[in-house]
């Protein structure tokens, strides 16, 4: 009778515990249990730690509750201005309703990818190239809008949207290499046009005040004659001024005509004969 009753403990203990193994669950802290009782999906939610089910009734499924990073592959798009482009994008999600998740999408991490393609694609044909390049906090945003809006019923939220790369055709690069570069030399036009005209005005300035002091103007060819020299040059053209000509020429002095010398006349000049005109003349 003893033996009976042992033996019946030892198998009620191991029924026990076998129901115990086929029973016990381990939800991990960043994922939460979703319960099925025969197919019908009960309101409560497991939280993290251990937590039992019913053998052969009840079905746990877990869901992760991490934040997902998922890439997005290149999609290859036409611009508003008519330009081929490749666009990488990353999508960071996470599941805010897992019992949602779970019932009103099959799969929640391909429909969040499809739906990142669909708006990508979407965002390429409604904006220009420079949008692309440069603007891309605001279509940024604009990504996630339109992937959240789905999104937010199957019980995932969109926590960031980021566009990675954007790819040129190899002539759209050139092409804009060639603008930047006329774009950097028409600026440096302007910048060198502006201090030709700011120098402009200050050696105007300077001309005014040496032509007021006269040995203003010798200073400075002296300092240029310095400047010059310190260079160790084997020649050295040195200036000379027009106005130091001019002023030497109205020093000098006058030079005075020289005096005509007397020539003898050459008129004929009849002198007295003598003897008289007619002294041999009877």
Known sequence: MVEELVAAGVTLVSAGAVYVMAAARVVKQYERGVVFRLGKLRPEVRGPGFTMIVPGVDKLRKVNMQIVTMPVPGQEGITRDNVTVRVDAVVYFKVTSPAEAVVRVEDYRFAVAQMAQTSL??????????DLLSNREKLNQGLELMIDSPAVEWGVTIDRVEIKDV????????????????????????????????????????????????????????????????????????????????????????????????????????????????????
């Open 167 to 282: 790819s040129l055709p190899e002539t759209m690069k050139r092409s804009m290499a060639r603008q930047a570069e006329a774009d950097r030399e028409r600026r440096a036009r302007v910048i060198n046009a502006d201090a030709e005209l700011q120098a402009s005005k200050k050696l105007a300035e300077a001309a005014k005040e040496m032509s007021e002091q006269p040995a203003a103007l010798q200073l400075r060819l002296l300092q240029t004659v310095v400047a010059v020299a310190a260079e160790k040059n084997s020649t050295l053209v040195l200036p000379f001024p027009v106005e130091l000509l001019r002023f030497l020429e109205r020093a000098a002095p006058t030079p005075q005509q020289p005096l005509q010398e007397q020539r003898p006349s050459l008129e004929p000049r009849l002198d007295p004969d003598p003897g008289g005109a007619n002294s041999g003349q009877d």
């Open 121 to 130: 694609r979407s965002i390429i044909g409604k904006s220009e190239l420079d």
